[in-house]
């Protein structure tokens, strides 16, 4: 028997086991809460890193706790060559399960259903067996490989930074975070806040309010305007045109007088369609088409809407590629940089705006940083900017070759490179990659309801794993 085949027949064995291992994972509500002294994540995320340590520990490996930001655990006292990088926080149970509770994992029809099972529980699971299989098989390892469980990749990966605070990184590091096959290219990120105050006040027909979005790496699907002194006959028509051009719906209502104002107050509700930022394309952003309507709407003028009309200039709907901001880039190895406006929040003193954008590997300072800001303050706002710039692991690093090799070899699949314009776990790290562990044509629900892990692509990840630590290791 070759080593793929060991190692295949190996993991076939002990698939129960390592799905009996992520379920009991899954059985701990590891959501963040609040601190407590020596749970910096609260008393979830830690209970999940003393099973986890629990259960690496009773495979033979010597486990090291962080302080409970992090455990480690090695497979020899060697040279750290490797590291594999997972989680065992969760994000918020949510609502809309149908299969089984969120923290009462079952398997059905040949999948775990339950909150983590695919992130990251079970692919953490997949790695420790890796590790299990190629210490148990006895194949020669002349450096060390570790597997490094975090506690809080999904509320900004602090527990990482912690751990890359008193650790170096390893030689090389994947993180099966994410799908098969890799992501060695990682988009970066721009931000900013955008702000404005209004010193007058318009009279008659007036905007009060407008408000859209809540959350930046979400494109809002819902919005809504008050609006006072303006027709409803006025309103119906520029909601059926508006309506038309963007896909959005809206929906007026009439508020409740208030004995003081001669005007008609009128609520408007928008419905759009959310997306993540990274993907602005698949949205409908229900902000940006409120804000579109209320400028077709005769209200009388002030600093107000002066700012509004130059918000559009800079943001207009369905503008992804941020164009109008004059950020738009894109080249061969990552895509489009993208842009949407996320939050939007607007009364008679105050405008606030903020933007995410996923920009493209060429994007940097000189030509995307400087020249947003210029023109947002050559619009009269004030705006404080946010940029991380991209990541990019070589290709044609023997590191990633010998990965894509790993996944050929076992699922028979060709093995390729790949872009993203979400951060993963890897993004801080310089040789650092997403592999796995979910299948490429996999949705898995992840942080939503009926989450869930398919055994064969659990199993299938394990071997791949196993194969890469005895090659990268040997
Ligand atoms: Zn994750």
């Known amino acids: 028997m070759d080593i793929k085949e060991k190692i295949s027949s190996y993991i076939d064995e002990h698939a129960e086991e390592m799905v009996a291992d992520t379920m009991e994972l899954c059985r701990i509500n590891s959501v963040k809460g609040e601190a407590e002294p020596g749970m910096p994540f609260g008393k979830g995320p830690s209970e999940a890193l003393a099973k986890a340590a629990e259960i690496c520990g009773k495979y033979g490996f010597s486990v090291t706790n962080y302080d409970n930001y992090v455990i480690t655990a090695d497979m020899n006292d060697k040279d750290r060559h490797l590291d594999i990088l997972a989680h065992m926080d969760v994000v918020a149970a949510g609502t809309g399960w149908t299969v089984t509770e969120p923290f009462d994992p ?10 983590g099972s695919s992130d990251d529980k079970g692919p953490a699971m997949a790695a420790l067996y890796a590790m299990r299989a190629v210490k148990e098989l006895g194949l020669p390892l002349s450096k060390n490989c570790r597997l490094i469980l975090g506690a809080d990749e999904e509320c900004g990966s602090s527990d990482i930074a912690y751990y890359y605070g008193k650790e170096p990184e390893a030689e090389m590091t994947f993180s099966p975070d994410s799908e098969f096959p890799l992501y060695n290219v990682e988009k970066g990120q721009y931000r900013a806040d955008i702000h404005k105050e209004f010193t007058d006040q318009g009279n008659g027909a007036v905007l009060l309010a407008l408000e859209g979005g809540t959350t930046v790496n979400i494109v809002p699907g819902k919005a809504f305007a008050l609006v006072r002194g303006v027709s409803q006959a006025d309103l119906e028509a520029a909601c059926v045109r508006t309506a038309e051009e963007t896909g959005v719906h809206f929906e007026i209502e009439k508020e409740e007088e208030d004995g003081f104002s001669i005007y008609e107050t009128y609520r408007i509700l928008a419905e759009g369609k959310g997306a993540h930022a990274s993907t ?84 940097d300072e000189k030509n ?107």
Request: glycine share 8%; net charge negative; proline share 4%.
């Open 368 to 474: 995307t940083v400087e020249p947003g800001a210029k023109r947002l303050e050559e619009a009269g706002f004030t705006a404080e900017t946010a940029f991380n710039p991209p990541h990019v692991v070589d290709a044609d690093s023997d590191f990633v070759k010998t990965l894509l090799s790993c996944y050929e070899q076992v699922t028979g699949e060709p093995g390729k490179t790949a872009s993203m314009g979400g951060g993963t776990y890897v993004h801080e790290l310089k040789r650092g990659v997403a592999f796995g562990a979910v299948g490429e044509f996999t949705d898995t629900h992840m942080h939503g309801p009926d989450e869930f892990m398919v055994i064969e692509e659990l199993k299938t990840a394990a071997k791949i794993f196993a194969l890469s630590i005895a090659e990268l290791c040997r």
């Open 106 to 115: 079952i398997i059905k029809d040949g999948r775990i259903y339950g909150r």
């Open 280 to 363: 602005p394309e698949e949205g409908k952003n229900a902000a940006l088409a409120t804000l579109k309507l209320v400028l077709a709407l005769p209200l009388s003028d002030c600093q107000q809407m002066d700012a509004l009309r130059k918000l559009w200039e800079l943001f207009p709907y369905g503008d992804h590629y941020g164009k109008a901001l004059g950020v738009a880039l894109s080249d061969e190895l990552s895509g489009n940089t993208t842009l949407s406006l996320n939050i939007l929040k607007v009364d008679e003193h105050s405008l606030y705006a903020k933007f995410d954008a996923r920009t493209c590997v060429a994007a």
